[in-house]
């Protein structure tokens, strides 16, 4: 209000305030920056620059003797400015994934070692191991500092075709985790059918995230 920081440098010191990571950190510092702030108004002038040539040609083209250099000015640099908007839109995606964090699903048919996966790749026991099949039934997650990248874990309930009640709505809980997730760990036991199961989770769950493959 006071006119000493836009609302992206506001924004962006929350960010640094709540930074949890390195990456994060030197994110939130390139908001205060205000370089965003500076190329907006850059922006906005142009845009405005052209809207009045636009105006002026569509209201005194009577009295307009070449209309093609006001449209010539009009236009000027639009193009790059869009080019540009859209640069910063695919970095603002990036940005997103640093702020919030990857979210890496791990799914599988059961006791295939998922849990066990989690915990180790955590270096705690955040979620319950055991022999007996479709013990996981919530989505589990935990977080992890990758070389300065937030990661957040997902461990999932196996997927197969029979269970209980229960176990069929966190199977949906998983697919619906994998689908949105945009890197998937799929977990198999090596001394069972691998390409088998790795074949038939795909075929259950979609999704653009990319997919990767452990045998366990």
Do not use: Y
């Not at 906005?44 to 040609?57: G, Q, V």
């Amino acid at each position: 209000m006071n006119g000493k920081m836009s609302f992206l440098e506001v924004e962006a010191l929350g960010d640094l305030l709540n930074a949890e990571t390195e990456k994060q950190r030197q994110q939130a510092v390139r908001g205060m920056s205000g370089e965003l702030a500076k190329k907006c108004w850059e922006w906005r002038s142009l845009l405005m620059r052209s809207l009045a040539h636009a105006e002026t040609i569509l209201d005194f083209s009577d009295d307009v003797d070449d209309e093609s250099i006001l449209l010539a000015d009009a236009t000027s640099g639009l193009a790059e400015v869009r080019s540009e908007m859209q640069q910063a839109l695919r970095g603002f995606q990036s940005s997103q994934l640093i702020k919030d964090g990857v979210h890496v699903t791990l799914c599988g048919p059961p006791n295939a070692g998922k849990s066990s996966l989690l915990n180790l790749l955590v270096g705690s026991d955040v979620a319950i191991v055991s022999s007996v099949p479709g013990t996981t039934r919530e989505v589990l997650r935990a977080e992890v500092d990758l070389r300065g990248f937030k990661v957040v874990l997902q461990d999932t309930a196996g997927l197969r075709a029979a269970g209980d009640e229960l176990e069929r709505e966190g199977m949906s809980r998983a697919r619906a985790a994998a689908e949105e997730s945009p890197l998937r760990m799929v977990v198999v036991e090596a001394g069972k059918d691998p390409v088998g199961d790795v074949d038939r989770v795909m075929a259950e769950v979609r999704g653009e995230g990319d997919t990767m493959v452990v045998i366990n």
